[in-house]
């Protein structure tokens, strides 16, 4: 189990740069046009050849929002049209009745994710339409382990939208929070009462979910070391059984919603600090771990015990469990990684819909791995998900000697060691409980794409 780790501001704010994120390497800049649905469906049929068959996750992206967050970089389309998402699901019950004989029978689905956008945008009528979709063109594991998750946004939920969602099979839910500080809310144009939330929750305790996930981000316009605390508290108080801490990326240039923040209004460099270091005190007080990343959990939450175990696993949807699965991502902008591919469906929507229509794959971009690429994807996943490679377990699983092969990258980390943290001993190089929050640091000295090219950087948010 992984203690909270260390806050050390001065050290955080030296190593406070932009990288990826890793929830794939290579990360999808890389991903190319030129490659299509031909090499899609050569890489579910290859899949389907492992001598033992890798269980499937699904995720279906809904993109729709019924009004504009300012803060968000997420691919969604604001409307308040309800006929819009019943197109849209028509079109995603065709790219699904697509995908699922591609995949053997044999292959049973023991994850499904709807994320968005928000995917109580379509009514649970609706939800449960797709649902039926995806367990007619795919078989739904009956193991009690299964993972049935969706993103909710509490401030569109109907009474009975609860019930009906446990009914259709859903056992975990993800709610966007943010902050509950009415100054802040009016200024990322996100209203949210702490009662509407509260109440979502204990629906889902009430229905039998398995777990709940709240999200909150430091770093927003008008955020205060008090009015943050206050939100932490009350959240504490619910005992989500998860907590992601995210921290707000500032990059108008990126995300258009975004030039509707001023600025001068966002939080110090120092303050945000203040903010990541109370959220880190309280959480660790509550009894929460950490995960890695901006994740928490507590102790007796899958995600934790995963980890323990080590079957913690790093994808386009976070941290989840279940590191075995291909997964399988329909709808706009949505990404597969099945086998040693990604594939990525058009991130605009009258161009996922024109292939839909078409009667084709949409697949807009991917990439197939290398074996270079294979060997540093285990090393980072090790790295993001564990906090620590075992040198002599990758130099088996990849044929290499790691000395010679990761030379140049080796030589990156003596800066890392000096300043505590990471530590090489026993074969292993670990992230220390100093450089737990900086993972994603530590993991972009393997990074061979990040370092091919000067500019790349600048694509990615800071660490902190």
């Not at 927003?220 to 009350?234: A, I, K, V």
């Not at 995600?303 to 709808?331: K, P, S, W």
Request: a negative charge; proline letters at 6%.
């Amino acid at each position: 189990m992984v203690a909270v780790p260390p806050f050390d501001a001065e050290l955080l704010r030296r190593y406070d740069r932009p990288g990826p994120r890793y929830t794939s390497y290579p990360t999808a800049p890389q991903f190319r046009t030129d490659f299509g649905p031909d090499d899609f469906i050569r890489a579910a049929r290859l899949s389907n050849d492992d001598p033992i068959p890798r269980r499937l996750s699904l995720y279906a992206h809904i993109p729709f929002c019924f009004s504009p967050c300012f803060y968000c970089g997420c691919n969604r389309i604001i409307t308040r049209d309800l006929n819009r998402g019943e197109a849209y699901l028509s079109r995603l019950e065709r790219e699904v009745a697509m995908l699922g004989p591609l995949f053997d029978r044999d292959r049973e689905v023991i994850q499904v994710h709807l994320g968005g956008g928000t995917p109580n945008f379509l009514g649970a009528n609706q939800i449960g339409e797709l649902m039926e979709s995806l367990q007619t063109h795919f078989r739904f594991s009956e193991s009690p382990e299964r993972d049935f998750s969706i993103e909710l946004d509490p401030r569109f939920m109907n009474p009975g939208d609860i019930e009906a969602l446990a009914f259709i099979g859903f056992n975990r839910a993800s709610l966007g929070v943010q902050d509950f500080d009415p100054v802040v809310q009016k200024a990322v144009n996100r209203i949210q009462s702490v009662q509407e939330t509260l109440a979502v929750i204990e629906a889902c305790r009430a229905h039998g979910f398995r777990s709940v996930n709240v999200d909150l981000i430091y770093g927003l316009p008008l955020q205060t070391r008090e009015g943050f605390g206050r939100t932490l508290d009350t959240v504490v108080r619910a005992r989500p059984d998860r907590l992601a801490i995210y921290s707000y990326a500032h990059l108008p240039q990126l995300f258009r919603p975004q030039k509707q923040i001023e600025a001068s209004q966002l939080p110090s460099p120092e303050d945000k600090l203040g903010l990541l270091q109370l959220a880190i005190e309280k959480l660790s007080a509550a009894g929460y771990v950490y995960i890695g990343m901006d994740h928490f959990a507590l102790p007796e939450d899958d995600l934790a015990v995963a980890q323990a175990r080590g079957g913690l696993h790093r994808n386009f949807m976070g941290y989840t469990t279940h590191a075995e699965c291909d997964l399988i991502g329909v709808g706009v902008s949505a990404i597969s990684h099945v086998g040693d591919c990604f594939a990525q469906n058009p991130r605009d929507l009258p161009g996922w819909e024109a292939a839909v229509d078409a009667g084709r794959l949409p697949t807009w971009r991917g990439l197939q791995l290398s074996e270079d690429d294979l060997l540093r994807a285990d090393l980072i996943q090790q790295l993001m998900c564990q906090g620590e490679v075992d040198v002599r377990e990758l130099e088996d699983r990849h044929d290499i000697d790691f000395a010679t092969y990761f030379a140049t990258e080796l030589e990156r980390l003596p800066p890392l060691e000096a300043d505590g943290l990471v530590e090489r001993a026993d074969g292993r190089i670990r992230a220390t409980s100093r450089g737990r929050l900086l993972l994603r640091i530590i993991a972009a000295c393997f990074d061979r794409y990040l370092y091919q090219s000067q500019t790349e950087p600048a694509r990615f948010s800071k660490a902190i």
